[in-house]
């Protein structure tokens, strides 16, 4: 049994810290606020992010990260990526220098354009492992088999992560492309903001594979510039990441995308999902990353024209289709 503190108490970290304490081991959550804390503790559920799966009463709520972090010897970090350098900061003057940190988040910071891998190990001098690939929280916690990777700058620490949340229903391999899956995971968000979009604007199944296709090569491209490699791509973090993310209900950057689609502005599709969108962020960031290795990525750019630049949906689908005529590969 390992002492486990799961920084964030969200769907994500929820779900994780349910299949954890399952397996017998000490689990303690750190809340972000008091009133979540409380609203989990009345109902031990939380309503908004994981509705009707029940918290069992052994796993321990807090708000003091000191006592959440005391004799902790893994603590998964599943906040959103944008808090990733702030948490870790709020959490440096309590950790063992041995407890290894388990980053959840996918994404890019978006002032350094760091990994989060990167962020963390800027600010922390303990082991960072990352697991990422098609994990809905909704389905992990209701049991529905599912597949994910881990890696780490020292895969030892990847395989200790990988026997820890190994399960029947959670599977988990490993990668030593740690560039390759970071990249994956929070690319694919965006280019399911894009599938979204042409959702909400009634477009068929013909543009969703069209879509994801080339997103995945966008993605792939983008990745193997940045020093990762390109089978990963083809793997859970990259394709497989990209088909749940793009076609779920459960997915927010979906959804958020469904709606611009449909008229909405950005700010009032995050509104209406009411949830994190990751996508958003990360297509600023992955705007930037474009530019700086100069790597062509048309959808990215497109989704960020109609995100940020206000650029008319199906005007900017169309400029997409009548790009210049070129071989596939």
């Given at each position: 049994?390992?002492?486990?503190?799961?920084?964030?108490?969200?769907?994500?970290?929820?779900?994780?810290?349910?299949?954890?304490?399952?397996?017998?081991?000490?689990?303690?959550?750190?809340?972000?606020?008091?009133?979540?804390?409380?609203?989990?503790?009345?109902?031990?559920?939380?309503?908004?992010?994981?509705?009707?799966?029940?918290?069992?009463?052994?796993?321990?709520?807090?708000?003091?990260?000191?006592?959440?972090l005391e004799e902790a010897e893994v603590?998964?970090?599943?906040?959103?990526?944008?808090?990733?350098?702030?948490?870790?900061?709020?959490?440096?003057?309590?950790?063992?220098?041995?407890?290894?940190?388990?980053?959840?988040?996918?994404?890019?910071?978006?002032?350094?354009?760091?990994?989060?891998?990167?962020?963390?190990?800027?600010?922390?001098?303990?082991?960072?492992?990352?697991?990422?690939?098609?994990?809905?929280?909704?389905?992990?916690?209701?049991?529905?088999?599912?597949?994910?990777?881990?890696?780490?700058?020292?895969?030892?620490?990847?395989?200790?992560?990988?026997?820890?949340?190994?399960?029947?229903?959670?599977?988990?391999?490993?990668?030593?492309?740690?560039?390759?899956?970071?990249?994956?995971?929070?690319?694919?968000?965006?280019?399911?903001?894009?599938?979204?979009?042409?959702?909400?604007?009634?477009?068929?199944?013909?543009?969703?594979?069209?879509?994801?296709?080339?997103?995945?090569?966008?993605?792939?491209?983008?990745?193997?510039?940045?020093?990762?490699?390109?089978?990963?791509?083809?793997?859970?973090?990259?394709?497989?990441?990209?088909?749940?993310?793009?076609?779920?209900?459960?997915?927010?950057?979906?959804?958020?995308?469904?709606?611009?689609?449909?008229?909405?502005?950005?700010?009032?599709?995050?509104?209406?999902v009411n949830m994190v969108v990751e996508?958003?962020?990360?297509?600023?960031?992955?705007?930037?990353?474009?530019?700086?290795?100069?790597?062509?990525?048309?959808?990215?750019?497109?989704?960020?024209?109609?995100?940020?630049?206000?650029?008319?949906?199906?005007?900017?689908?169309?400029?997409?289709?009548?790009?210049?005529?070129?071989?596939?590969?």
């Amino acid at each position: 049994m390992k002492k486990i503190t799961v920084i964030g108490a969200g769907g994500w970290g929820l779900a994780l810290g349910l299949l954890l304490n399952e397996k017998g081991n000490n689990v303690t959550f750190w809340c972000y606020e008091e009133k979540e804390k409380e609203d989990i503790l009345q109902h031990r559920e939380n309503k908004r992010c994981l509705p009707g799966i029940k918290i069992p009463l052994e796993i321990n709520f807090t708000t003091s990260m000191a006592e959440a972090l005391e004799e902790a010897e893994v603590a998964v970090m599943a906040v959103p990526s944008k808090a990733v350098r702030a948490t870790a900061q709020k959490m440096k003057d309590y950790l063992q220098p041995s407890t290894i940190i388990v980053n959840v988040a996918k994404g890019v910071e978006e002032e350094t354009l760091l990994r989060l891998s990167q962020v963390i190990e800027s600010v922390l001098p303990n082991p960072v492992v990352v697991l990422s690939g098609p994990s809905h929280a909704e389905e992990v916690a209701r049991h529905i088999p599912t597949t994910v990777t881990v890696s780490s700058q020292d895969m030892k620490y990847a395989y200790e992560i990988q026997d820890l949340f190994m399960d029947m229903y959670f599977r988990v391999y490993t990668n030593e492309d740690l560039i390759g899956i970071e990249i994956g995971g929070a690319l694919k968000n965006v280019i399911a903001l894009a599938a979204g979009v042409v959702e909400g604007m009634g477009f068929g199944d013909n543009t969703k594979a069209a879509l994801m296709t080339r997103g995945i090569a966008e993605m792939t491209r983008l990745g193997i510039a940045m020093g990762g490699k390109p089978n990963t791509f083809a793997g859970l973090t990259g394709i497989g990441d990209l088909i749940v993310t793009c076609t779920s209900g459960h997915s927010r950057n979906r959804r958020a995308g469904e709606l611009i689609g449909q008229g909405y502005t950005m700010d009032e599709a995050i509104q209406k999902v009411n949830m994190v969108v990751e996508g958003v962020p990360t297509t600023k960031a992955g705007y930037a990353l474009m530019q700086k290795y100069q790597v062509e990525m048309p959808i990215l750019n497109a989704i960020y024209k109609v995100i940020f630049e206000n650029e008319p949906v199906k005007e900017t689908i169309y400029n997409l289709m009548l790009r210049d005529k070129k071989d596939e590969h």
